[in-house]
């Protein structure tokens, strides 16, 4: 038979456990995520910086908005078909090698930086076409798929530190206010002249790709004059005064 400090225990466990939303153990040693079963109301979840090879037991937080397993060692993107609420997803810092989401209808922000990506499955883009804010930076992606013209809501698209050469794509993304394509392969003056027809375009990060080495000094100037909608060019605002863009 239970005493009084056993059924106290049991109480306070199911009350954290129905009103916990919040829940960080980032930080620590975890290699497994387990012991959520009872956590059926979370929306915010973050195991960032631990030792997590795989993605699991996340079956009962169907009411996650937000998970956050960056700086881990995950190698796939697995189990999470039934966290149809989820709103941002933050996966930097792992060992993934393909992209391979399920419908993720909710899903806002997407961070699969610092990994090991090669390229990017075409259903996996179709299973997010609500993302505003896509991070793919730091990996080895040589190009951008036709797919990525159906992401009509994005708003914020990080591809720096690639092996990108073609960016005619980004040319049907007419929600863009922030493309990075830093320190890529790009050459060709066309294709950026094409990211003209982007009217929300604000800021462009450039630098470190052929086209500057190109242009040498008229770098700048050569932008700022094909993208006159820019209010921002790499590290540096763009003047509003005309004069002062020389």
Same mark, same amino acid.
């Given at each position: &038979?239970?005493?009084?400090?056993?059924?106290?225990?049991?109480?306070?466990?199911?009350?954290?456990?129905?009103?916990?939303?919040?829940?960080?153990?980032? =930080?620590?040693?975890?290699?497994?995520?387990?012991?959520?079963?009872?956590?059926?109301?979370?929306?915010?979840?973050?195991?960032?910086?631990?030792?997590?090879?795989?993605?699991?037991?996340?079956?009962?937080?169907?009411?996650?908005?937000?998970?956050?397993?960056?700086?881990?060692?995950?190698? &796939?993107?697995?189990?999470?078909?039934?966290?149809?609420?989820?709103?941002?997803?933050?996966?930097?810092?792992?060992? $993934?090698?393909?992209?391979? #989401?399920?419908? *993720?209808?909710?899903?806002?922000?997407?961070?699969?930086?610092?990994?090991?990506?090669?390229? $990017?499955?075409?259903?996996? %883009?179709?299973?997010?076409?609500?993302?505003?804010?896509?991070? %793919?930076?730091?990996?080895? %992606?040589?190009?951008?798929?036709?797919?990525?013209?159906?992401?009509?809501?994005?708003?914020? =698209?990080?591809?720096?530190?690639?092996?990108?050469?073609?960016?005619?794509?980004?040319?049907?993304?007419?929600? #863009?206010?922030?493309?990075?394509?830093?320190?890529?392969?790009?050459?060709?003056?066309? &294709?950026?002249?094409?990211?003209?027809?982007?009217?929300? #375009?604000?800021?462009?990060?450039?630098?470190?790709?052929?086209?500057?080495?190109? *242009?040498?000094?008229?770098?700048?100037?050569?932008?700022?004059? $094909?993208?006159?909608?820019?209010?921002?060019?790499?590290?540096?605002? $763009?003047?509003?005064?005309?004069?002062?863009?020389?």
């Amino acid at each position: &038979m239970y005493n009084i400090y056993t059924y106290i225990y049991i109480y306070i466990y199911t009350c954290i456990s129905f009103f916990c939303r919040v829940l960080d153990l980032s =930080f620590n040693k975890i290699k497994i995520i387990e012991n959520l079963e009872t956590l059926v109301n979370l929306e915010e979840l973050y195991l960032s910086s631990n030792k997590i090879s795989k993605i699991e037991n996340l079956q009962n937080c169907k009411k996650l908005r937000l998970l956050e397993l960056g700086y881990n060692k995950i190698r &796939m993107i697995e189990n999470i078909e039934h966290l149809t609420n989820l709103e941002e997803l933050w996966l930097g810092k792992n060992k $993934i090698e393909q992209i391979n #989401l399920p419908y *993720l209808p909710k899903l806002k922000k997407l961070s699969v930086q610092h990994n090991r990506l090669t390229d $990017i499955c075409e259903k996996s %883009i179709k299973n997010i076409l609500c993302v505003e804010e896509l991070y %793919i930076s730091y990996n080895k %992606i040589n190009h951008i798929i036709d797919t990525f013209k159906d992401l009509k809501h994005l708003k914020v =698209f990080d591809l720096s530190y690639n092996e990108i050469n073609n960016i005619s794509i980004c040319s049907y993304l007419k929600s #863009l206010e922030e493309l990075w394509l830093n320190n890529n392969n790009i050459d060709n003056l066309e &294709m950026i002249k094409k990211l003209s027809t982007i009217e929300n #375009l604000k800021t462009l990060y450039l630098e470190k790709n052929k086209i500057q080495d190109n *242009l040498k000094e008229n770098y700048r100037k050569t932008i700022i004059h $094909i993208l006159p909608q820019l209010k921002q060019l790499d590290a540096l605002p $763009i003047p509003s005064s005309p004069t002062l863009q020389k």
